[in-house]
């Protein structure tokens, strides 16, 4: 679609440079101030609507349906079921590969959390809330192997520290 917009832009855009020439070709010789300006305003005129179609068609032309696509995922992206609650997480899977698009759909028993992704440096790489009578989805790539842990991002309790698990990620199948 964009190389649409594109092709269209430089055709519209060639169009408007030969119609340039165009007019400083006619422009020579002798003619009357009256009549060079008429000429002038043809040419305005009919680049005003040049405009006005080149518009139209290139709004038409980009624009996508709704909803927009996000990132392309290769392949459906795994789901995870994860539910948080005083003072431990509960994941449907804990195993995953990496390049696998996870989604995670986070919700809680009790309490809010927050479910915090990071990665085996360390790294907080996703987080999303983790809330009692609602299901909140947060996708994630993994990028690399190792150990990811998931900690509880909000306070929830005395025992809100120790609310850890972890996520393996194992590397990519040679085949
Ligand atoms: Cu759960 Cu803090």
Redesign the pocket.
């Known amino acids: 679609m964009n190389d649409l917009a594109w092709n269209l832009t430089i055709a519209l855009m060639g169009l408007v440079v030969i119609i340039f020439i165009w007019v400083i070709l006619n422009s020579s010789g002798q003619t009357i101030y009256e009549e060079s300006a008429k000429k002038a305003y043809s040419v305005r005129g009919g680049l005003f609507w040049i405009a006005i179609i080149a518009g139209a068609i290139i709004t038409y032309a980009t624009l996508t349906p709704w909803p927009h696509p996000g990132v392309p995922d290769a392949t459906a992206p795994r789901i995870v079921d994860v539910i948080?609650q005083?003072?431990s997480w509960q994941l449907s899977e804990d195993k995953v590969k990496v390049g696998e698009t996870v989604e995670f759909h986070v919700t809680s028993k009790d309490?809010n959390?927050?479910f915090g992704l990071y990665d085996p440096s360390g790294h907080l790489v996703a987080q999303v809330q983790?809330m009692p009578g609602y299901t909140n989805r947060l996708r994630y790539t993994f990028p690399v192997p190792g150990e990811y842990k998931v900690m509880?991002?909000?306070?929830?309790?005395v025992v809100?520290?120790n609310?850890i698990t972890s996520i393996k990620v194992s590397p990519r199948a040679t085949s």
């Open positions: 948080g005083q003072w309490v959390h927050g983790a509880c991002m909000e306070y929830c309790g809100h520290h609310m």
